[in-house]
């Protein structure tokens, strides 16, 4: 199975409220990543948490990492219509190549 | 403007052919990616690259081959082995920042490949 999965696999929520997402993943890695991909699109780099790090903040986006548990949250704070997309967890094992989950779909409701 | 590019967003295969997907970066990165995203799943790696004229084979190269031969470039060839090419594919590259580390990786558009 994937190193990362995500949970839940949907998630559908009123403009304004904050959106919670986790992945899990197997094994020790140097650093965890967030993507996010719109309907058909490629994939857009929200933000890099390392090993060494248990909370980082980009603009609405706030994600914690807790290796003793191997999982990883991004939470989506004030959430917008625009915010509509699947997100992505992506672990760096220091194997030249990152591992990604099966995503969380996100839906906003205007 | 800078970023990656794939070329085309839409390729049809005929049966018995072997089609090429574009993937060109000006972003002076060093490691390049290939995968392919089934509709509702998560990414799998097909290929990829760390140094021009070299690459690994990731978790799915059955029916694929790729090439090397510029830092900018690494195309995709879907080759008739490859029994359900329909997919999304997605190119990526990355910068190299010591031993097994990675950075952010850069996503192109993707293409989507049909079979007729």
Not at chain 2, 27 to 35: K, T
Not at chain 2, 98 to 103: A, D, H, L, N, Y
Request: charged fraction near 20%; hydrophobic fraction near 30%; glycine fraction near 8%.
């Amino acid at each position: 199975s994937q190193q990362g999965e995500e949970d839940p696999q949907a998630l559908s929520i009123q403009e304004g409220e904050n959106a919670t997402m986790n992945c899990s993943y197997k094994t020790s890695i140097n650093n965890l990543q967030w993507y996010r991909q719109n309907s058909g699109r490629g994939l857009v780099h929200l933000i890099l948490i390392r090993s060494n790090e248990r909370e980082k903040h980009s603009g609405r986006l706030r994600v914690t990492l807790d290796t003793s548990k191997k999982s990883s949250s991004l939470l989506i704070t004030a959430s917008r219509a625009a915010d509509t997309a699947s997100y992505f967890c992506a672990t760096d094992k220091g194997t030249y190549k990152y591992i990604f989950g099966t995503g969380t779909r996100l839906k906003v409701l205007a | 403007d800078g970023g990656i590019t794939q070329s085309p967003k839409y390729l049809f295969r005929k049966e018995g052919q072997n089609v090429t997907l574009s993937c060109e970066q000006n972003l002076n990165h060093d490691a390049m990616y290939w995968y392919r995203q089934d509709p509702g799943q998560g990414l799998r790696l097909i290929y990829y690259s760390q140094i021009v004229n070299d690459f690994q084979k990731g978790d799915i190269a059955e029916g694929y081959s790729v090439s090397r031969e510029k830092k900018e470039s690494f195309p995709l060839t879907v080759t008739s082995a490859q029994k359900n090419p329909t997919a999304f594919y997605l190119c990526a590259s990355s910068i190299k920042v010591g031993w097994g580390r990675q950075e952010t990786q850069y996503f192109g558009p993707g293409t989507r490949l049909l079979v007729l």
